[in-house]
């Protein structure tokens, strides 16, 4: 392939003319070069030929390739190795770079990931404009246009002069170290992100290529190869958090499929107690206790005053009911919907669809609320279950990401009432996103008939700051007091409330057949 | 197989481009040029009279040269034209031309020079050797002010690590006017860069190289796993044992008469490959080897040309 490009021998010099050799500049080769650090060095090696000229020298020398960044790519080189980037960091990494590096002809796609906080090489902070001559780096057809040492062509003698001594006393372990972390992941055919959003019901953990861009990938990497310490990964330049690890054991789930979904079509006429639950369903329920326990923690220790927790049905109001009435108090109503919602998953999967359907949900913009249960893992299409110490874990922990994002939302959405309410406007809200899930990295591993679980953030809950409430200790207790004393059409029942500082599993049953008898209008 | 008229006339007897035959000269020049890279000269001339060879072996050569390592050394080869304007300019633009290095037709010279630097740099990369040489031929259409264009380019390789020798190469008479000007004082940088080294080609000097050459004639097969080029056109000679350099002394003979005569130096391998190449495919392979005679060796020097240029160059 690279016969035509260029030969070292007279035989070819000598009588021959081909005006499609193009200089490689390979003086200033390194390792890991982008796309746009190769053409630099291209342009400066065959000074006074334009973008364009090259770029039909280069259709010719690599006639496979589609684009100009690919044939780029693939010219000879002795450092080149194809690591897999999507063609968005492809495309874009030229717009974050070291100056430093630029000084030296030099720029490696990994500066352009979300999780490199400064330059491995020179240890400076990435920028988007050049600092020499103020410009935005240029793009691939504009770097011949430019006329200045760290963002243009160079000449021979800035190369000699300049880019050389320094080229040749550089030290590019660190790229090479970081490409290694990347190639590898990308090697791996286990590593799973999982969406909650693909299912309604169910979690299921499978397979899908990681996401190199993610803001914890250099740490769960260097977790998972046991290869770089935290403190190495933050000397390149990486962005460091701490990343937790839960082993399980698989067990096959033939046969308990059709079982689990026949469930959800049962009509049962009461709640089941604990005594008549089986263990798997006995373990979720008092895992929700536990969860909703910390939740009323956590509100303690964070909502204004003396705060009271009141669980309500907010099923039939739509969001201008929010715009007409006072503020809600965003923890009562978090807390409401989020045990509505756990609790409303024993009386099966239709009612729980009709329940779940908030008007205000669906205006707020909010979709559908994350589920949560014990995670099913999919190996090559086969099902398996997880231990029941993980799969409690992993239940608890989805009940408190759920928690997260309805509180989020809530605040979302009376921050933006309020402002509605000062205009005098019909309410309207930007559709919200469930982002909780999201900013916690989840990755799993699987090698016979055993996982590990890697994960983030340790309690998602205790780092979630709420922000301060306009109305202070007061909103919440306004707000009860208007809906005690207000008239209105729907039915609005309180189901109860949770005394501050005690609250134990008996409450918990206590309120849960509150809410069964509330949603039978009794 | 049988062979066709085509196959026939592929010889390279009647191409005499792709006929190498290697001479004592040769081996000479080729220790010489050695010895020039090995201690780190920078640069030498190479002179001989027309037609007598240079140019081939010099070409045959470039692809042999080594480093003491045994290491290929990357050569370039650049012949200059006769222009009406001799410019520094034009120099750069040659080699570029002759390497195949794009260039703009409004290119400077310094980007030109550059261009010329990076293709040689990018070679010296690939092949891992730190050494070039480049062969300038026709270097009596050179200006003195011309050959700064070489001092720059070895002064720039320098500076990126890349040892360059430059090997000058002309005629004896047409060069004489430039060595003689490039030996005044105000020439003395490239006098001292370029032209303190220098060797003398010559052509085949006496009856062991003309010997030599014509076992050649007897060793060379054509095609590779065909007959010898003498048996190529003497199939029934050579299988009886005969060979063709067994006319060598009745052909240095003949020659040595031409030498006398017209004060020949020695004998140029265009002039002695057209002799012996028509004398085995023409004389020999029509009227076989027992006719062999000198006149047939006169007339076939006769047909090389020899005689006409020589006489020339005497008045």
């Known amino acids: 392939m690279y016969s035509s490009i260029k030969s070292h021998s007279v035989a070819s010099t000598c009588g021959q003319v081909n005006p499609t050799n193009l200089n490689l500049g390979r003086l200033l080769e390194r390792p890991y070069e982008s796309a746009y650090a190769v053409l630099r060095r291209l342009l400066s090696a065959n000074p006074g030929v334009s973008f364009g000229k090259v770029e039909i020298i280069l259709r010719n020398m690599v006639p496979h390739c589609a684009s100009t960044q690919e044939r780029l790519m693939a010219l000879p080189s002795a450092f080149h190795e194809r690591v897999y980037f999507s063609r968005e960091y492809l495309h874009d990494s030229y717009r974050r770079q070291c100056s430093s590096c630029a000084l030296e002809l030099y720029h490696s796609d990994i500066y352009a990931l979300s999780w490199m906080e400064c330059c491995p090489l020179h240890h400076c902070e990435f920028t988007t404009v050049c600092p020499q001559c103020g410009e935005p780096w240029p793009d691939l057809s504009n770097i011949a246009k430019r006329n200045c040492p760290a963002c243009g062509p160079v000449s021979l003698r800035q190369i000699t002069d300049v880019v050389l001594p320094t080229v040749r006393k550089q030290d590019y372990q660190p790229i090479i170290t970081l490409y290694a972390l990347v190639r590898q992941a990308n090697a791996d055919t286990h590593i799973i992100i999982r969406d909650p959003d693909d299912c309604d019901f169910n979690w299921r953990i499978s397979h899908q290529k990681v996401d190199v861009s993610l803001k914890h990938f250099a740490s769960l990497q260097a977790r998972r190869q046991k290869q770089l310490t935290s403190a190495q990964l933050a000397s390149l330049g990486a962005y460091v958090s701490e990343v937790h690890v839960r082993h399980a054991e698989l067990k096959p789930a033939i046969g308990n499929f059709l079982l689990t979904d026949m469930q959800y079509f049962r009509l049962p006429a009461r709640i089941l107690t604990l005594d008549e639950m089986t263990a798997e369903d006995e373990r979720q329920r008092r895992d929700d206790f536990e969860i909703m326990q910390r939740i009323n923690r956590w509100i303690a220790r964070h909502a204004p005053g003396r705060h009271v927790v009141h669980i309500d049905t907010y099923r039939y109001l739509d969001l201008n009911y929010f715009v007409w009435a006072p503020t809600a108090c965003p923890y009562c109503l978090a807390v409401s919907v989020w045990f509505f919602h756990v609790a409303i998953k024993r009386l099966g999967y239709d009612i729980a669809q009709i329940i779940d359907n908030y008007p205000f949900f669906t205006q707020g913009g909010l979709d559908k609320l994350i589920n949560t249960c014990d995670p099913e893992v999919l190996v090559d299409n086969l099902r398996y279950y997880v231990d029941d110490a993980f799969a409690s874990w992993f239940y608890r922990r989805g009940l408190e990401v759920m928690f997260l994002d309805i509180i989020r939302f809530t605040f979302a959405m009376i921050d933006s009432i309020d402002g509605e309410k000062q205009a005098g406007k019909q309410c309207y809200v930007e559709p919200f996103a469930n982002r909780a899930f999201d900013a916690m990295l989840y990755a799993v591993e699987i090698e016979d008939s055993h996982m590990n679980y890697y994960y983030t953030t340790e309690s998602p809950l205790e780092e979630f700051r709420p922000p301060r409430l306009a109305g202070g200790s007061s909103l919440c207790r306004t707000y009860q007091l208007y809906h005690k004393a207000a008239k209105h059409n729907r039915p609005f029942k309180p189901v109860g409330r949770i005394s501050r500082g005690r609250f134990d599993l008996d409450d918990f049953l206590t309120l849960t057949e509150c809410f069964f008898e509330s949603i039978q209008g009794k | ?315």
């Open chain 2, 1 to 315: 197989m049988e062979q066709t008229n085509n196959d026939y006339y592929e010889h390279p007897v009647f191409h005499p481009n792709r006929l190498r035959l290697q001479t004592r000269a040769m081996q000479d020049l080729s220790d010489e040029i050695h010895r020039w890279l090995w201690t780190g000269s920078t640069g030498g001339l190479i002179t001989g009279a027309a037609r007598v060879g240079k140019t081939t072996a010099l070409l045959d050569l470039s692809s042999k040269l080594k480093t003491r390592a045994g290491v290929t050394i990357p050569t370039y080869y650049v012949s200059i034209p006769q222009r009406d304007q001799k410019t520094i300019v034009s120099v750069f633009r040659q080699l570029c031309w002759s390497a195949g290095v794009t260039s703009t037709v409004q290119a400077r010279a310094d980007h030109l020079s550059d261009s010329y630097i990076h293709h040689i740099a990018d070679h010296a990369i690939e092949s891992n050797c730190w050494y070039a040489a480049l062969i300038v031929d026709e270097m009596q259409h050179l200006q003195p002010l011309q050959i700064n264009a070489f001092a720059e380019l070895y002064d720039k390789l320098r500076l990126v690590g890349i040892s360059l020798t430059v090997i000058f190469v002309g005629n004896d008479q047409e060069s004489s006017p430039l060595i003689e000007l490039i030996g005044k004082p105000n020439y003395a940088h490239i006098r001292g860069r370029f032209f303190t080294q220098g060797f003398e080609f010559h052509g085949l000097t006496n009856k062991h190289e003309v010997q030599t050459c014509l076992a050649q004639y007897d060793t060379l097969h054509y095609p590779e796993n065909g007959p010898t080029y003498t048996g190529f056109f003497l199939p029934e000679a050579a299988k009886q044992g005969w060979e063709l350099s067994s006319l060598s002394r009745d052909v240095w003979r003949v020659f040595r008469g031409y030498q006398s005569t017209y004060n020949i130096g020695s004998w140029g391998m265009q002039y002695f490959t057209a002799t012996i190449n028509t004398l085995l495919s023409d004389f020999l392979a029509h009227q076989g080897v027992d006719q062999f005679d000198d006149d047939m060796v006169d007339e076939c020097i006769r047909v090389s040309s020899l005689i006409p240029s020589l006489v020339h160059a005497a008045r």
